[in-house]
Structures are given as C-alpha cells and as structure tokens.
C-alpha cells in the first residue's frame, strides 16, 4: 500500500481521461469498467501521477483479506492520510458497494478511484449503495482516435490492415512481432477467465463453441434458434450466453431498426466483436486481408465498434442499429441522434451504392457510404 510512481514511453492519451479530470474534489466515487488489459489501470495511475495515493490491489489476496467487512473504524486506519485512494479490481472483493458507500460519505475529503473488469457482480454490487455517489465511465481497446493521436495520421493509415487484424489493444500494439501470443493469453487468461468466474456458466466448451459461431457470423444477422442448433442447446440457453459475453466486454448487439413499415423486420439482431483481433483469435485466422473471405465483415467489426466507443466517449447519446425488410432490403448501420436518422452502407473499397428509396423517404433520412477513403469521418466524431 504504497504510493505507486509510473512511467511508460508508449503511452496513449485516452479520450475520456479529460472528463475524469473534471470530476476531481466532486464529493463522488469516480468508476472505470472495461474489460481487463483495456487500460483502465494505467489511466487511472495517469491521472494519478502527481498525487500521493494510496494504490490497493484487489487481486491481492492479502488486500482481499483487509477489506472483508471492515468497520468504519478499520477503513479510517487502512486510509490513513490519503486524499487519494485507488482499488483496482474491485470486483474481486465481496460487498464492496458498501465499503465505498462509506468512504464517500464518511470521509469527504477523500477522492476515490475504482476500476472494475467486466460488469457483472461489480454493476449489481454498485449501482444501489452508490446511487448518486459515483461517477461512471467504460472503456475499451484502444480508439482509432487515440492511435492516430500518439503514432500519426500518416503511420496510422499505413497499419490499417494490421489493426483490422489484430485489434487495439495496449499490449497488442506496444508489442509489434508478437500480436498472435499477446491475444492468445489475453483470449485464455483474461477474457474467458472473468466471464467464467463470475458467471454461472457450467459448460465453457459450450461458451467456445458459440464464440466460434458467432466469430464465423460476424457481420450478418444472428438468429438464436439457428445458434441453438448448431450448438446442441436452447434458445434460452445462448440468449444468457451471449448476455454474460456482452457484460464481459467481449461482444454487443444491434437491435434491427423499426418505426413505421409494416415490412420492417423487428426483433432481429446483429452480434459485433468490441476487438477484431478477439474475434480473429477466436476463429484462429490472421491471413492478410487479401487472401480473406471475411475481409467486409472484419472492415464492418472495426467501423462499427469504433462508432461506439465514440458514442460512449463522447455523450453523444445516439442510438446504434441496423435495418433490414423481409423483401431483403437492408442498410449495414443506422443512427438515430437528436431526432436524426442516418443509414450508413460499408465498402471496402469505394463502390456506388444504393439506397432503399422507402427508407429514405418514410425516415426523411440521409444515406452515406463509408470506405476506405472516407472512414476517418465515421470513426472520429469532433
């Protein structure tokens, strides 16, 4: 429990760090979720670097062991004179939501930092005790926006096929040579390990195998029953699979957009991998995109995972979806933002495209192309 000093050369400047920074002396416990080797340790060590806090990690078990109920008492001596306290991983520790509860209200002059991996026990065990006490904020891989930032526009465009490939995150990107061996162990060690830790999956082969499913779906509509089968399961079954992969910041769902056509299809949904290079381990698969079947779903994955860490980032409070009528007419990816509708189709490489005209017309709605030439609009919102 010493003050930790950091230093490291390759560090990226993340979005959000600012609007962190805003929230300091806010009386407020400020929250940092993603998954794990994200970043969220280093941000936070970041914004920390010039203070004298107090580091406690929970993955430690002695740490564990010191916050397992402590009394009011207990937590002011673990303090000490710390106006500055940061745990790390606090999912790991049971009843944490009341041990924040009462350091942000019965120590007032304390600012306190905490990071989470994943969203499962450490959402339900914080959203009661810290109602109003909290700020909270995800994040995830590496943006292209903050990648550009620190390597360049120009050194950025040249290694777009090797981000498409192998992803964004920190270590797979500090480490140029060895990508394949830092997504294994992250996929093996990281990922799979908090989703079955902290979940009540009883057959992980189950969860590959629809991990498998899923990768080999990318880009195209999902159908449980469909899953269901391929797997030897029930629909209810991968429903609460996918739901425990979505809060392990592993994958998330699109919902099919429908207002006013009678013809729209409703409940159907896409499934996007948050890290392409996730996805591409997954399917053991990182030919270059030439030789590739997948090289338009893989290009979809980035765009589409990419707008939503900007939404998220940004507060742009816009709302993601796609569109698709049982006459197999269908736009790639739409946005609804401050009474705005936007179609998005996804190319490659430029290629004229039409738009459904009813879609158009019944949305008062604009149809934009993205691809290779113009993605940088799309992916970085000013």
């Not at 609460?240 to 910041?249: C, Q, R, T, V």
């Amino acid at each position: 429990m010493l003050k930790f000093t950091f230093e490291n050369k390759k560090m990226f400047v993340r979005t959000i760090e600012h609007r962190i920074k805003e929230k300091l002396g806010s009386g407020k416990a400020i929250i940092v979720i993603g998954a794990r080797q994200v970043g969220k340790t280093t941000l936070l060590k970041v914004i920390l670097k010039d203070k004298d806090y107090l580091f406690l990690d929970a993955d430690d078990p002695s740490i564990r062991s010191l916050l397992q109920n402590p009394t009011t008492e207990q937590i002011r001596t673990i303090l000490g004179e710390y106006k500055y306290v940061f745990l790390d991983e606090a999912q790991r520790i049971s009843g944490i939501g009341l041990i924040l509860k009462i350091i942000t209200d019965q120590f007032k002059d304390v600012q306190l930092f905490v990071s989470g991996s994943s969203s499962f026990n450490l959402g339900k065990a914080l959203n009661e005790p810290l109602t109003g006490r909290k700020w909270e904020y995800e994040i995830f891989p590496l943006s292209w926006e903050e990648y550009e930032e620190k390597i360049g526009f120009i050194k950025a465009e040249q290694q777009i096929e090797n981000r498409l490939l192998y992803g964004f995150y920190p270590e797979v990107i500090n480490n140029q040579g060895k990508e394949r061996e830092i997504l294994k162990n992250l996929a093996n060690s990281y990922l799979y390990r908090d989703v079955l830790a902290y979940s009540d999956i009883r057959k992980p082969e189950i969860l590959e195998q629809l991990l498998q499913a899923l990768a080999l779906q990318l880009g195209s509509e999902v159908n449980y029953n469909e899953l269901a089968q391929i797997i030897g399961v029930n629909k209810i079954t991968v429903q609460k699979y996918i739901d425990i992969l979505e809060k392990g910041y592993i994958v998330f769902r699109l919902h099919s957009f429908s207002r006013n056509l009678r013809t729209e299809l409703k409940q159907n949904r896409k499934i996007y991998f948050y890290d392409n290079g996730i996805r591409n381990m997954i399917i053991g698969n990182f030919n270059s995109l030439d030789l590739r079947l997948d090289k338009g779903a893989l290009w979809e994955n980035f765009l589409v995972s990419e707008r939503l860490k900007q939404n998220i980032y940004k507060d742009s409070f816009a709302k993601m979806y796609f569109w698709r009528t049982q006459q197999q007419q269908e736009i790639d990816f739409v946005e609804e933002k401050s009474g705005t509708i936007s179609g998005y189709e996804f190319k490659w490489s430029h290629k004229k495209t039409k738009f459904p005209q009813k879609f158009l017309d019944t949305y008062h709605a604009e149809g934009l192309v993205i691809d290779r030439k113009n993605f940088r609009e799309f992916v970085i919102i000013k």
